[in-house]
């Protein structure tokens, strides 16, 4: 018997498996034959194409439109693959509504861009359902490549390092491997196992040895990777979390909301997942949206998401904000945390309202209380483990435009590395570059 | 809302739109619909003679081409003239004809050329009581082979002895229905012409192949594998017949002539053109059988609405208007100079007109970094390529460039005079104007 939203406390089952499976069914559904055809149809196929420009990893869109308007979805799928190799993961979670679509001139025109995030995904899709893998290795260069880390950036510079014919090891912490494709990215995103799913279509390109639960810091050094190999690569994220910094930080239900969607995206079952009645997440971000929205998917009450900025600064973007509003959660702004009440477990959250003067928060002494049984943290991830060796820029490894660390030898590109939005498609472009950067270098 | 009452050949109908000889006429059940739904007359699918109908292929009978979304532009067909007895048609023509009384029907034959043949056909339409024949001298394919058709239509001296029979034979108005599988449409339509016809219409389809099966490897549709060609109509045959309409219109020997105007007609405009280069009606037929009998409710609330905007109360009031306007190449002006504008209000950035232009014609448009489309006046031909390409009606405009102004692009001051072609210093054999 599910447990309904009202029960009180941390619960699982609050719905039943049906429930969970409908709530946690793909955000943008695939599209069938007949509407990627009506939404190919849509392109104009523009000179220098605006969308083209305003992707991180400058896929060909108006020439994979037209491969799928003339009937050969494959070939759309190469054109995508060969700039964006995670061109399938980044056709589901890519926030399109501030990347290519926003710019498409059917946006401007109409105000519905082409689907063009939809329409990367029939490609992609059609493509991996045949288990096909479009691109073969180089000859052998013998240069042997490091890459720590096997989220999109290290995926990305491994795959290119691998077909242009190094050989490639990627290190990672974990036992899995994909990064925050694997553990961070909303379920509804990317569903039926994709980012595994993906990983090994990726890796059929040979020439790729993966290592698992081997961390840079402990079971490895940048100077035993530096010596035992050719280039190394850094792709480590952003393995820490900020501190919340309010008192009743420590009590029972008040945890970082990474670590519960990493949960999330492990679990065998979701109906034994538990979550609060009421629940608030601290944050603005792409993570407190999913971690607010999956909350709600799994039958929380109530769900609130409380940002100490305004909306037009709130780091999701409007149509994230819209997702979380349409699935009943509740948006407050210009509020931040001031103490989680309870005894030994959280119970209430008291927040403070919150002036912006000069890019400033600061409080107004009005203050307000929500019922709160769990809470989740989102208000940024940190950089963590990285070789003390690397020079920093900001709270980010320092890298030039390809990559290049202030040490030779060491590349390092996505999340962890400055420059870019924090976006999966942004990583793949950086570990794209750099894994072109230290091709050449190796073979200069 | 306008009368769009039209008279042809003396034959009323409420609306100058009939359906063309083709399926949708092709028997009681669908003309009634038609009429239900608002059709002003209709032509009917084109009988043959007594004795054992045809028989159409059991394959696939038509192959098309579709726009964006799939919209059909063109449809091609191997079906022939009507598959069912001859007795079968004119009863029901008959008791149509007789229920209707305000609407046009008129009877499509085709039968062998031999006189006795349509001795022995036309007093049975004669007797159904419809308003008038059509002689289909056009199917491209199927009856063609068998001497009939376009094979017909193809040689003049056929097209005058027939309808001078029918003329003979028949009281009614006579309409000629021509093929456009010809090099000089006027040849066959002064044939009619001299045979006494009252009127010409067209025109029947275009011989083609709309695609090849790659897998196959036969042309489609196909039947059993193989293929044939077959008549080509819908809207991408309309510059065709109108074209074709306008050299009939505007021939010394055929000018007058009542032309019934076929081709492509899909909504009220493309009606209105063709009965502005010269037609007194139109006919449909794919529009028809695209969308079904309903179309016919836009073309008459879009005829209307456009003569009352224009204060027309008859059709009659222009048709043929635009036939003056109609003339060679060597005498359009050649001191009209026009300039492409671009509307930055209306312009998405899509890039397209400078693709055309700046690849394929005469680098003549300016793209700024930040995506900022301008015409360059010294470099702009006016070719209207940019506006045609230009996903975004009337963003991009041609602006008359006024006499007395300068033409940047050959820097001499446009005149307001007319000249032409035939007086041009680079023509050879120029008559030196006066
Ligand atoms: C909750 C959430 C939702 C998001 N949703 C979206 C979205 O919808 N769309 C979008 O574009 N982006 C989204 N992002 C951002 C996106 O996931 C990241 O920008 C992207 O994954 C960065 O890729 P990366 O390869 O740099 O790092 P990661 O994906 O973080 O991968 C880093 C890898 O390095 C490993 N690692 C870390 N430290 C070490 C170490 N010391 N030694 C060895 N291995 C180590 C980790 O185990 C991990 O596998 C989201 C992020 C979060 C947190
Ligand atoms: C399936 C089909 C069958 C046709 N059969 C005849 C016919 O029997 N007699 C005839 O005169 N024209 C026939 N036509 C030609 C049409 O009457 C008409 O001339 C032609 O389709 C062009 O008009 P549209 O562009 O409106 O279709 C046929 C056309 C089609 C598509
Ligand atoms: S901007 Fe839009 S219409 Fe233009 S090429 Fe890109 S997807 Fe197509
Ligand atoms: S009219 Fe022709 S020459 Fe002039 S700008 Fe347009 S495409 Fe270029
Ligand atoms: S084709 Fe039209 S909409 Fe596109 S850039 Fe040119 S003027 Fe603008």
Redesign the interface.
Known sequence: MATSHQASGIQAARLDAAGIAENFSDLHPAYDAHEA??AA??C???????CMTACPTSIDIPQFIREIQAGHPESAARTILEQNILGGMCARVCPTETLCEEVC??E??EGKPVEIGRLQRYATDTLMEKGEHPFTRAASTGKKVAVVGAGPAGLAAAHRLAMLGHDVVVYDARSKAGGLNEFGIAAYKSTNDFAAREVDWLLQIGGITMDYGRKLGAELSLDGLTSAYDAVFLSIGLAGVNALRAPGEDKDGVRDAVEFIAELRQAEDLTALPVGRNVVVIGGGMTAVDAAVQSKLLGAENVTIAYRRSREEMGASRFEQDLAASKGVKLMFNVMPKAVLGNGAAAEIELEYTDVTDGKVSGTGETVRLAADQVFKAIGQTLEGQPDALELEGRKIKVSETGRTSMAGVWAGGDCASGGEDLTVTAVAEGRDAAMDIHSSLMG | MADLTTEFLGIKSPNPFWLASAPPTDKEYNVRRAFEAGWGGVVWKTLGSEGPPVVNVNGPRYGAIWG???RLLGLNNIELITDRPLQTNLEEITRVKKDYPDRAVIVSIMVPCEEQAWKDILPQVEATGADGIELNFGCPHGMAERGMGSAVGQVPEYIQMVTEWCKKYYSKPVIVKLTPNITDIRHPARAANAGNADAVSLINTINSITSVDLDSMAPEPTIGGKGTHGGYCGPAVKPIALNMVAEISRDAQTRGLPISAIGGVTTWRDAAEFMAMGAGNVQVCTAAMTYGFNVVKEMISGLSNWMDEKGYTSTQDFIGMAVPNVTDWQYLDLNYVTKAKISQDDC?????C??ACEDTSHQAIA?SED?VFTVKDDECVACNLCVNVC??ENCITMVEVPAGQIDERTGEVVSGDYANWTTHPNNPSATAAE
Not at chain 1, 44 to 50: G, I, K
Not at chain 2, 348 to 352: A, L, V
């Open positions: 055809a009506v149809d849509r104009y196929f523009c000179y220098d194409a605006p001139v059917r401007t025109a | 964006a979304d799939r998405i950035k899509c890039g397209r400078f693709a793209m995506r996903p975004v």
